[in-house]
């Protein structure tokens, strides 16, 4: 007579499962011009969440309704139960912000521009002292402390805009482009910052545009033309796409090497592509399995496609990443549609 | 909240750190200081040492008022002015350089941002004003403490409505070449016209009338006021009386920070 199931505790009750973010049919326009329509997302609390697409998808009109910068015409959020509509004061306690460009002061030492910063965020005395003390430790900036902040470097500023940031302990971190500027190992250290600030309970939201980046998120929403193009988890999105993405680098004419696939597979080439010289296809999951289907492919067009060895320099097969999902669901490669915006006004 | 995002939080930590840092951020220029202590300095040497053979108030004797005299509250004046706008500049730099966003995001009152910047422009200015003051002396002035407390007294609250001013057009102007371009069009003939430069009395009518209508010239008339005593070279300058100035001047800064106040709570960041 024995119970072998685990009785739950209270130690062990699991809170992560909360929304902090709940938006629905979150809208807005620019005099005019539609930058975000009808958007709905659920942040699970704790958690790193990304917000991804080219440039004039919409994500920094997203960030700054979020960031209680744009009011809540259109639609609903929720931000840690307080509605972003009304209780824009509530969510601007809660929230700790940073922008894409540095809001340090220059002029201001380190220490400076953190203490007029807590002092925003109500914090003074010993509290704050003590706060400063510790984020400084934590972004191993305590012997920079007493330099102006005109004389750091980029990576430097952005690890004084977090520490910054983290002063007011937000329980919800909203970052813009926070990679953008950075080295690879700055942006490395930031991606374990970020991973170590969701472990201890903080709500991490950050825009990208970098497919890196998106990639080491817990969850995405994918943005284009301020829709939503996808929402899930990178795993979970790159599996919608399935298969794998073969590429084949022409030497010459890439138009007529892509007509002479779509002769030769017909709907086998599934979403060809091309840019430049190269020629770029998915390939579903064969029946038998995962890669063969694709090699198959290739071996098949290199024997059939007349003049293979001299129109192709290299092939390319590769499992989908996050570009391939917006192609997917666009029709449209992830950096061209962030030329076309550039265009744009 | 019709418009803009619906604000809220604390008002008097953030105003007096926002104060402190227009301070910090002056005393750190050492151009800036250089400059704001020696241009009006200059330009009333030259302009007021031209000017004295030229010039004698109507109605004064041969022992009445030279024009160094005359001229030294409106140079006060113009320190003040020229102070107190020019350091709402840091305003549009704040937003150029993303320093803004941080504080129009953070759960600061608008009042709690007005107040801060309102007050450090003008603490910059009132210092610069005041420390003209100490030249007095040399315009042939001797100042009993009671008048120095007003005079100090009426560069405050001219410190401070000019400062509230600039603030309001900083708001709505996107870049520092549009702000000098509003102030010098606006500030050139408020100043030329209030007094500061020349008295109501010596110029023609439809000319006096437009100086009565300036509120600068109540600014410089209780200034002045303060200085000289309202006597007989006050009146006979055309200038209002002091109580009436003082009371016009206590009223238009009440305004000015009830303008930037308004302006600051209807508008966004950009």
């Known amino acids: ?345 | 909240m019709s418009a803009g995002v619906s604000t809220g939080g604390a008002t008097w930590l953030p105003l007096a750190s926002l104060w402190r840092r227009e301070v910090v951020r002056f005393l750190r220029e050492p151009s800036r200081i250089l400059s704001a202590a020696a241009t009006p300095l200059v330009f009333w040497l030259l302009i007021g040492s031209g000017f004295s053979g030229a010039f004698q108030l109507p109605g004064s004797g041969a022992d009445g008022v030279g024009f160094l005299a005359y001229f030294y509250p409106g140079t006060v004046v113009l320190v003040v002015l020229f102070a107190a706008i020019f350091s709402t500049i840091s305003l549009i730099e704040d937003r150029r350089d993303g320093f803004l966003q941080g504080v129009m995001a953070a759960p600061v009152t608008r009042l709690g941002v007005v107040g801060g910047k309102v007050a450090g422009g003008a603490t910059l200015a009132w210092v610069q004003g005041a420390a003209f003051l100490a030249l007095a002396p040399a315009a042939g002035l001797s100042l009993d403490l009671g008048s120095a407390l007003l005079a100090a007294g009426v560069l405050a609250l001219l410190a401070v409505q000019l400062a509230a001013i600039g603030f309001a057009c900083a708001w709505r102007v996107s870049s520092t070449q549009g702000f000098h371009a509003v102030m010098n069009l606006l500030l050139m003939p408020l100043w030329l016209l209030s007094g500061a430069f020349f008295p109501p009395s010596a110029a023609p009518g439809w000319l006096a009338v437009a100086m009565r209508a300036n509120p600068l010239t109540y600014g410089v008339a209780a200034f002045s006021g303060a200085l000289h005593g309202s006597g007989g070279a006050q009146a006979a300058a055309g200038l209002p009386p002091l109580g009436v100035s003082l009371a016009v001047t206590a009223a238009l800064t009440a305004a000015a920070v009830a303008l930037a106040w308004a302006t600051a709570r209807t508008g966004g960041v950009r």
């Open chain 1, 1 to 345: 007579m024995v119970v072998t199931e685990p009785a739950p505790t209270l130690s062990t009750t699991t809170p992560a499962t909360e929304a902090a973010v709940v938006a629905r049919e979150l809208g807005f326009s620019y005099k005019g011009r539609r930058a975000l329509d009808g958007v709905d997302f659920e942040v699970p609390e704790g958690s790193v969440y990304g917000f991804l697409g080219p440039n004039g998808a919409g994500k920094s009109t997203l960030f700054r309704l979020l960031a209680t910068l744009l009011p809540v015409k259109e639609g609903r959020a929720h931000l840690l139960g307080h509605d972003l509509a009304t209780e824009a004061a509530a969510v601007r306690r809660l929230l700790g912000i940073t922008f894409q460009t540095p809001s340090l002061d220059l002029a201001l030492t380190v220490a400076e521009n953190l203490r007029h910063h807590g002092h925003l965020y109500g914090l003074s005395g010993k509290a704050l002292s003590v706060a400063i003390g510790e984020q400084l430790e934590r972004f191993g900036l305590a012997d920079r402390h007493g330099e102006r902040a005109e004389k750091l470097s980029g990576g430097l500023r952005r690890r004084v805009e977090l520490a910054k940031t983290l002063l007011s302990r937000p329980r919800l971190l909203l970052l813009d482009e926070p990679s953008t500027g950075l080295d690879p190992r700055a942006r490395r250290e930031l991606q374990a910052t970020l991973g170590e600030l969701a472990a201890e309970g903080t709500t991490v939201l950050l825009t990208t545009h970098f497919i890196e980046e998106a990639e080491r998120c817990d969850r995405l929403l994918v943005l284009d033309r301020g829709r939503t193009v996808a929402e899930g988890t990178p795993t979970e999105l790159v599996a919608e796409v399935g298969g794998e993405v073969v590429t084949l680098e022409g030497r010459g004419d890439a138009a007529a090497l892509a007509a002479d696939v779509v002769a030769e597979l017909g709907d086998g080439a599934e979403n060809l592509q091309v840019a430049a010289r190269d020629v770029r296809f998915e390939v579903g999951r064969g029946a038998g399995g995962a890669q063969s289907a694709a090699w198959e492919t290739v071996a098949r067009l290199a024997r059939k496609l007349p003049g293979w060895e001299e129109r192709v320099s290299a092939v390319t097969v590769a499992r989908p990443d996050l570009e391939d999902v917006f192609l997917h669901r666009t029709g449209r490669p992830f950096d061209d549609s962030r030329r076309g915006e550039e265009e744009a006004p």
